[in-house]
């Protein structure tokens, strides 16, 4: 079974730039999450899709963050602009219905500089 | 709010010592309990899940954990550590346990480092 996959795996930008992460669930999962993942501390939920719909974006700063989930399968996670401070790993979870199980992705290593 | 805390940071232990990582959650409600691993260079992998029943989970490659309602604890244990477990662990709790919708929330994780 194919895992989640995220592009691109590292990522430099100065601030004030734009940066867009994609992400691919595995096939047939509804659940979709967008974590970030400052260095020395544990991931922390920005955004959760159920389907093409969303269910938790309370933690998402919407002033600079954006994220789609284009039919209900592949995301994008859109920081525009960037700051020092959203130097993280972005990682890309699913989930199937049943299980409850967060299957993650590589994550994607954001450096602003 | 609901919340997560590791009590370890960073633990160092030599081959074959007994491990328990501690862990506990803020929440009142239902929730289901999840330790996670992500070993040096690789995605985050799931270790064990309890979701009812015997408290007492077994995860992979020896791991075991017990969740305890009354403390809000699910503490990880491994009898026998190797080098290869050499990771940092992740206790993540999902709150409202309300199917697939419920919020993961995660500890801020424990870096393991065994010495062979």
């Known amino acids: 079974e194919a895992g989640v996959a995220q592009s691109p795996r590292y990522k430099i930008i100065e601030k004030r730039q734009s940066v867009a992460f994609w992400c691919n669930p595995i096939s047939g999962h509804a659940t979709l999450y967008w974590y970030q993942q400052i260095l020395g501390q544990g991931p922390k939920l920005l955004i959760q899709f159920q389907n093409n719909g969303v269910v938790d974006d309370s933690q998402l700063p919407k002033d600079r963050f954006s994220a789609e989930r284009l039919k209900g399968v592949d995301s994008t996670l859109k920081i525009q602009p960037a700051k020092l401070e959203d130097s993280a790993v972005y990682l890309c979870?699913?989930?199937?219905?049943?299980?409850?199980?967060?299957?993650f992705g590589e994550g994607s290593r954001l450096t602003v500089l | 709010a609901q919340s997560v805390s590791q009590h370890n940071h960073h633990v160092i232990l030599s081959e074959a010592a007994s491990l328990e990582l501690g862990c506990n959650y803020s929440?009142?409600?239902?929730?289901?309990l999840f330790w996670y691993v992500q070993y040096p260079g690789q995605h985050l992998q799931l270790l064990l899940k309890?979701?009812?029943?015997?408290?007492l989970v077994k995860g992979i490659k020896g791991f075991e954990a017990e969740f305890i309602k009354s403390k809000f604890s699910f503490n990880l244990r491994k009898p026998s550590v190797q080098w290869s477990d050499t990771a940092e662990y992740f206790c993540?709790?999902?709150?409202?346990?309300?199917?697939?919708?419920?919020?993961?929330?995660f500890g801020q994780g424990t870096t393991l480092q065994v010495k062979p």
């Open positions: 929440y009142g409600g239902t929730v289901n």
């Open positions: 979870a699913s989930s199937p219905r049943t299980t409850g199980e967060l299957f």
């Open positions: 309890y979701f009812s029943g015997d408290p």
């Open positions: 993540a709790v999902k709150t409202d346990g309300s199917g697939n919708t419920g919020k993961l929330i």
